[in-house]
């Protein structure tokens, strides 16, 4: 019945080692299930929402801008018809905002179709679907019988078999999605909970950092690696490539009440996003100076530098950055924005320091500094 070989050879045996895990894992799950709100609805339309939404963001981020964005968009069609911009500034701060630009384009395909496709290739086809989001919304939405396999997924498969081979393989994860298919539950209702009960499993058991809770586990009494001590060195994934850091130094320019923002272009890291004017390297007040000067603008009272990093996925900003009053109508694209303006349009996250900034001299009714500047803090 075990599957006990040293580790998995990824070869198809006749043997299905996965058996034992459907039963006591949907008993498990609808007793033990986190209550999230896109598990109460059964319409696709939530659900691919939070789908696209929990692609590398966690649950607990997720929440609130899941709330707002179905708020300000009810409706599949409310959102085809939305401004992007719209849509951006509902999306400010949750990242990978390619996800927002395809969730749109899909909606406007949806829409014009009149309903969401009820099948795994129907939503395979649909933008920024990929096979783990076609077969997650496929299965909680409509019961079909496909297996999503995500981080969760692959963690919790490779420990019950004991698999040491790289999951960074693509062969390996194909490896682990023909097993979990070799055990899909036939009924509808059923499928409609099992993919998110693995990865619930995942994420709440057999969890990725520190020890997993095996003694809570539905699968603990006959998982392989929790019998061979394994389960802390699965799964067995190869190094990512190193980081790169990008020095920055950024400018939050103020003329008459305004602040310059520009647009970010339409492909890349933030691709149409707005963004503070900056320029490469870190630069002393002298070389600020004069990089603003070459904007064609007059520095005319210096307020405060701060310094901050964000790190993306492949990419670590370590910004520098000046605060300060200007005169001159700077580069054609600059847009000096007022409050409302400002607060219209969708600025990226890694920014926040200085749209905190900006933010407070832009509320002084005077356009007075904040108190305090001057101060320099990471
Ligand atoms: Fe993970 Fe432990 Fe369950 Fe095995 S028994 S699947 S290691 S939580």
Not at 177 to 204: C, H, K, W, Y
Request: a neutral charge; one cysteine or more.
């Amino acid at each position: 019945m075990w599957y006990n070989t040293a580790m998995c050879m990824l070869t198809k045996t006749t043997e299905f080692p996965l058996s034992p895990l459907p039963g006591p894992l949907l008993a498990w799950f609808r007793e033990n299930a986190r209550d999230l709100p896109w598990r109460r609805t059964r319409d696709p339309y939530p659900i691919w929402v939070s789908e696209i939404m929990l692609q590398q963001t966690r649950v607990a981020a997720v929440l609130g801008y899941y709330a707002r964005f179905l708020t300000a968009f009810p409706s599949v069609e409310a959102l085809a018809g939305a401004p992007e911009e719209r849509l951006m500034k509902c999306w400010e701060g949750l990242g990978y905002y390619s996800r927002a630009r395809n969730l749109h384009k899909a909606a406007r395909q949806v829409a014009e179709a009149g309903g969401f496709p009820e099948t795994y290739e129907g939503l395979l086809a649909l933008p920024g679907i990929g096979p783990y989001t076609a077969a997650a919304v496929a299965s909680a939405a409509f019961g079909v019988r496909e297996a999503a396999v995500d981080g969760n997924v692959l963690r919790v498969v490779t420990r019950l078999l004991d698999c040491r081979e790289d999951i960074a393989q693509p062969r390996v994860k194909a490896w682990v999605r023909d097993r979990v298919r070799e055990v899909l539950p036939s009924a509808a209702e059923d499928m409609r909970i099992f993919n998110q009960a693995t990865m619930e499993l995942g994420a709440t058991v057999c969890v990725p950092n520190g020890p997993p809770r095996c003694e809570a586990c539905p699968a603990g009494d006959w998982c392989l690696a929790r019998r061979r001590g394994t389960a802390q060195t699965l799964p067995v994934k190869s190094g990512k490539k190193p980081r790169r850091t990008e020095e920055l130094t950024v400018f939050v320019l103020l003329r008459q009440g305004r602040t310059a923002l520009r647009r970010r272009p339409d492909t890349g890291l933030l691709a149409g996003l707005w963004e503070f004017p900056h320029v490469p390297g870190t630069l002393d007040e002298a070389a600020a100076a004069a990089a603003v000067e070459a904007w064609g603008l007059r520095p005319l009272d210096w307020h405060s530098r701060l310094a901050a990093r964000h790190i993306f996925t492949h990419v670590e900003w370590h910004m520098t950055g000046y605060v300060l009053e200007v005169r001159g109508e700077g580069p054609e694209d600059f847009l000096w924005t007022d409050r409302a303006d400002f607060e219209a349009r969708a600025v990226p996250s890694a920014f926040t320091r200085y749209t905190e900034a900006a933010r407070e001299l832009l509320e002084s009714p005077d356009g007075a500094p904040p108190a305090g500047g001057g101060e320099e803090r990471t």
